[in-house]
């Protein structure tokens, strides 16, 4: 069975996010001022085979831990569902 395993990855809260801080900061000059903690990280895709739901999330989990997010200044996300047709 196919699913769709949705990875957000993000700085961890109290890290230097440069990116994020960049965009905060621009954020007025283009006339909003109510947009403040901007944070910037990745979003990731996969489509998984597996048998289920919990085997697919395993799946994403360890792609996440060895290699897709570094746990010393990142935090993920996973959300698993199965693919629209």
């Not at 996010?17 to 990745?42: C, E, F, T, W, Y």
């Not at 979003?43 to 799946?59: K, L, P, S, W």
Request: glycine fraction near 4%; proline fraction near 5%.
């Amino acid at each position: 069975m196919k699913f769709l395993a949705e990875i957000e990855i993000l700085p961890l809260k109290g890290l230097l996010d440069p990116q994020g801080k960049a965009v905060s900061h621009s954020m007025p000059s283009i006339g909003l001022q109510n947009v403040h903690d901007v944070r910037v990280g990745k979003f990731i895709t996969m489509e998984i085979e597996a048998n289920d739901h919990q085997q697919a999330e395993e799946t994403a989990e360890v792609a996440c831990k060895k290699l897709l997010a570094n746990l010393i200044m990142e935090s993920y996300h996973i959300r698993i569902s199965l693919p629209q047709l």
